[in-house]
């Protein structure tokens, strides 16, 4: 019996087109051949594959045996235990419901990067330390095009601490980073580092799991962000300009604790209530099961009491490693997890929640076992 060699063809019926795709642009960056783009217009966010070479549905190079988007998607087929077998050597139990690791809490002590980063400043240290101390050669984050009024996201390669502290914050639309890798590799770099919500963290690990060459050679470290969804760039017309009154080009920052929260330059703060945004939500987020980014080295979030630290999970060797080093240096600070013990809790609500996304009719799914017939 010949052995199935799953393909763009399968990739498009059950991820692209069922719902489960989050929009990763894994199988765009891991595709040989030039015939995937993507479209981050119009609330779209999803791969495609070009006329030119067997229609949207199917691919001439993968009727030649080529299965390089397969291999690289972290929505196909058996996913989830695939991954954690590559990660952690054995599948999460039930109890981890927001994946393998320790929890703690982490702050930069340098407090020039907590002031200009999000909760506590860590994730911008760890990406200095990981660029100045030779672990990585690039990282792939997000950015904001031109001078950043339009508030519009883009995928931005970073190389130097001015990089890093220059993109920094967060965005609430959504970003495939992934598509910065071949500007990254055209710069020279072999060793890449990911910042990315669960959607994307586990794109490295698809790739590993499932050997995708070099593209899962380069991807070297994985920082997560914990995400319950992203918003549709509409947001700021529809919502916070219609209603609110606050333009995007005015806007300097904004988080989620609760509610929407936003700081224009004119000093000003609002809060918009979490239920006003949801006609927003991305669709590639509304199956989406990892509130935690539970395939990431380090996992990173801010939630909880303390808001000028940062909730981590360190899931593998290599994070305890950079964890560890970055203390001893006296770089970052940390306490237990236990310290902020609402933090805790609600890590564990909204990771479950997030569980709950994934369709009884994609299977194998998120913590059940496949479905067999015969």
């Not at 994730?123 to 031109?146: F, P, Q, R, T």
């Not at 669709?283 to 303390?306: K, M, N, Q, V």
């Not at 306490?335 to 569980?355: C, Y």
């Not at 996304?357 to 479905?371: C, D, H, I, K, T």
Request: aromatic share 8%; charged share 25%.
């Amino acid at each position: 019996m010949a052995v199935e060699k799953p393909q763009w063809r399968e990739l498009f019926r059950e991820v692209v087109t069922s719902g489960l795709c989050t929009g990763c642009a894994a199988c765009v960056i891991a595709c040989p051949h030039p015939v995937l783009d993507y479209e981050a217009d119009q609330g779209i966010y999803k791969p495609f594959h070009l006329e030119l070479d067997g229609g949207p549905d199917d691919c001439t190079h993968g009727q030649k045996g080529c299965t390089m988007c397969t291999r690289a998607c972290p929505r196909f087929r058996n996913w989830e235990s695939e991954i954690d077998l590559q990660r952690f050597a054995r599948e999460r139990t039930d109890d981890e419901v927001w994946g393998v690791g320790d929890v703690l809490l982490a702050r930069a002590s340098d407090e020039s990067l907590v002031d200009n980063g999000q909760d506590g400043g860590f994730v911008s240290a760890l990406l200095i330390y990981a660029l100045e101390h030779d672990i990585i050669d690039a990282a792939l984050v997000s950015g904001l095009e031109g001078d950043g009024s339009t508030w519009r996201a883009t995928p931005v390669v970073v190389r130097t601490k001015e990089d890093i502290l220059a993109t920094a914050k967060s965005r609430y639309t959504y970003c495939a980073n992934l598509l910065a890798y071949n500007e990254a590799v055209e710069g020279g770099a072999e060793r890449i580092g990911l910042v990315g919500m669960g959607c994307m963290a586990s794109a490295p690990g698809a790739m590993q799991a499932r050997k995708a060459g070099k593209v899962a050679r380069r991807l070297s470290l994985t920082i997560g962000l914990l995400c319950s969804k992203t918003f549709d760039d509409s947001i700021f017309e529809e919502l916070f300009e219609a209603k609110y009154n606050i333009k995007r080009a005015d806007i300097t920052k904004m988080n989620i604790k609760g509610v929407f929260q936003l700081w224009t330059k004119d000093g000003g703060y609002y809060e918009v209530p979490l239920k006003e945004a949801h006609a927003y939500t991305r669709e590639g987020c509304t199956h989406c099961p990892d509130f935690a980014a539970e395939h990431a080295d380090l996992s990173t979030g801010g939630i909880g009491a303390f808001g000028d630290w940062t909730l981590v999970i360190v899931r593998t060797d290599l994070g305890r490693e950079l964890l560890s080093a970055m203390k001893s240096e006296g770089l970052i600070e940390t306490r237990p997890g236990d310290d902020d013990p609402g933090a805790v809790a609600l890590l564990h609500k909204l990771a479950r929640v997030s569980r709950k996304r994934w369709p009884e009719s994609a299977a194998p799914g998120p913590g059940r076992l496949p479905v067999t017939s015969g």
